[in-house]
C-alpha cells in the first residue's frame, strides 16, 4: 500500500489538494492507520500555530523611540531656522546698500525726480558704494551698478522662495 | 485553510480633506500618517508605533528568543523606519516595507551575537519563556502556549519568522518572500519544515489527545 507523505499533508493543510485528490486520500485513510495517524498530527500541529497570539511590547517602546527621533528632528529644523536668518539678513542687507546707493549716491546731480534722471533712465552712482568698499578697491572695480542690481535679485528670489516654502511646511 | 488577511488594505488612500496639524483623534491610514510625518508632525509616527509595535516583538522575540535584545531590536527597527521613512514610495503595503527592516534588522543582530549564543538557545530551547505575559491564563491555554513557545524555542530564526508572518500576520507565502528576499519555495519549505517539528513534538509527548 502507498502511503501519502509529509508534503502531501502540508498541501491538505494549504488547501492545494484537486477535489479527486482528495476523495482518493479520505478512502486511503479510512483504511490506512499510519497516515490518518500522521494527518491527524500535521492537523493538531496547524491548529496549534492558528492559535498563536500577538506578544505585547514594553508599554515604554513609544516613548523611547520619540525621544531618539525627536532630537535630531528638532536639530534639523533649528539648522533650517538658522540658515533662512542668515539669508534674510544678508538680503535685508543688501537691498539696504543698493537702496542707499540708488537714493544718494552720486555727487554729480543728474536731474529729474528720485530714482529717475531726465530721460526716465534709473538713476544709479556707485560712488557711495566705492566708499563703502574702498578697502576692497580690486573688488569695488569689478562691481558695477547692473551686477549689483542683478544679485540683489537673485536673492531677494531665493529668500522669497525659501519663505514660501517654509510656509507651505507649516 | 482558515487564515485572515489583517493588512488588507491597509494602505488604501482615502480622499480626505486637508489635514489639521495632527492627526489625533481621527483614525487615519498608514499612508496618511506617513505623510504627516514627513510634513514634521513627528509625534504622529507613534500612530504607526501603536499599529506595528505587538506584531513587530512577536516577530522580533520569536527570532530572537530574549526579550532584553528583542526590546532594543524593536527600539532600532522603529528608528530606522523613521530615518527611511522619505524612501517609502508606498508601491508596496507600509507593513510589508516595515517587516523587511525588522527582519533585517534583526537578522543583523543575530549575526552580532554570533554562533555561541544561538547554541545556547538551542540547549535551553524548550525553558525559553515567549509567552504573552498579558494573554489569557486559562489553564488550556496555558498549555497551548507553553507548548507554541516551546515549539518556536526550536526553530531556527527563518522558521519563527515564516511561521509568525504567516499564522499571526496572515502573510501570503508571496508577501513573505518578498520581506525575506527568497522566493515561494522556500517559505513554503520553512513552513512545512515548522509544522513537521511542531507535529513531532506533539508526538514525542503525546499531546495530540490533549489537544483537541
Redesign the interface.
Given at each position: 500500500m502507498k502511503h501519502y507523505d509529509e508534503e502531501f499533508f502540508n498541501k491538505m493543510l494549504d488547501d492545494e489538494i484537486t477535489a479527486e485528490e482528495k476523495e482518493l486520500f479520505f478512502v486511503h485513510i479510512k483504511e490506512c492507520t499510519a497516515c490518518r495517524e500522521q494527518y491527524r498530527l500535521f492537523q493538531s500541529a496547524h491548529t496549534l500555530l492558528l492559535s498563536l497570539t500577538e506578544i505585547t511590547a514594553p508599554e515604554e517602546i513609544n516613548n523611547l523611540v520619540l525621544k531618539k527621533i525627536m532630537k535630531p528632528a528638532a536639530k534639523k529644523k533649528n539648522e533650517k531656522r538658522f540658515f533662512i536668518t542668515v539669508l534674510s539678513g544678508l538680503t535685508v542687507m543688501l537691498l539696504a546698500i543698493f537702496g542707499i546707493v540708488a537714493k544718494f549716491g552720486g555727487t554729480e546731480p543728474k536731474g529729474g525726480n528720485g530714482l529717475f534722471d531726465n530721460l526716465g533712465n534709473f538713476k544709479f552712482d556707485t560712488s557711495i558704494l566705492n566708499k563703502i568698499l574702498s578697502p576692497f578697491s580690486s573688488i569695488s572695480k569689478l562691481i558695477s551698478p547692473d551686477s549689483v542690481l542683478l544679485v540683489t535679485l537673485l536673492l531677494s528670489s531665493i529668500l522669497v522662495f525659501f519663505l514660501i516654502e517654509r510656509t507651505k511646511k507649516n | 485553510?482558515?487564515?485572515t488577511n489583517n493588512l488588507e488594505n491597509k494602505n488604501s488612500v482615502s480622499e480626505t480633506p486637508q489635514r489639521t496639524r495632527t492627526l489625533s483623534g481621527r483614525k487615519p491610514d498608514d499612508l496618511e500618517v506617513i505623510r504627516s510625518v514627513r510634513?514634521?508632525n513627528?509625534?504622529d509616527?507613534?500612530i504607526l508605533?501603536?499599529r506595528y509595535?505587538?506584531?513587530?516583538?512577536?516577530l522580533i522575540?520569536?527570532m530572537l528568543k530574549n526579550r532584553m535584545d528583542a526590546?532594543e531590536v524593536?527600539?532600532d527597527c522603529?528608528?530606522k523606519a523613521?530615518?527611511n521613512l522619505d524612501s517609502f514610495k508606498g508601491d508596496s503595503q507600509f507593513a510589508t516595507w516595515f517587516y523587511r527592516i525588522v527582519y533585517n534588522t534583526t537578522l543583523t543582530k543575530l549575526t552580532g551575537k554570533k554562533r555561541e549564543t544561538e547554541k545556547e538557545m538551542l540547549s535551553i530551547g524548550e525553558d525559553v519563556d515567549?509567552?504573552?505575559?498579558?494573554?489569557d491564563t486559562s489553564a488550556a491555554t496555558l498549555e497551548?502556549?507553553r507548548?507554541?513557545g516551546a515549539?518556536i524555542a526550536m526553530l531556527t530564526p527563518n522558521q519563527a519568522a515564516v511561521?509568525?508572518l504567516f499564522?499571526?500576520d496572515g502573510l501570503s507565502c508571496e508577501e513573505i518572500a518578498g520581506i525575506l528576499d527568497t522566493n515561494v519555495g522556500n517559505v513554503?519549505t520553512l513552513?512545512?519544515r515548522?509544522?513537521?517539528t511542531?507535529?513531532n513534538l506533539?508526538?514525542k509527548k503525546n499531546?495530540?489527545e490533549e489537544?483537541?
Open positions: - | 485553510m482558515i487564515k510634513e514634521g513627528t509625534s509616527f507613534s508605533m501603536d509595535k505587538n506584531k513587530a516583538f512577536s522575540l520569536r526590546e524593536l527600539q522603529f528608528v523613521w530615518k515567549i509567552r504573552d505575559e498579558h494573554a497551548r502556549n507548548l507554541l515549539l511561521v509568525n499564522y499571526l513554503k513552513l512545512h515548522s509544522r513537521a511542531l507535529k506533539i508526538q499531546l495530540h489537544l483537541r
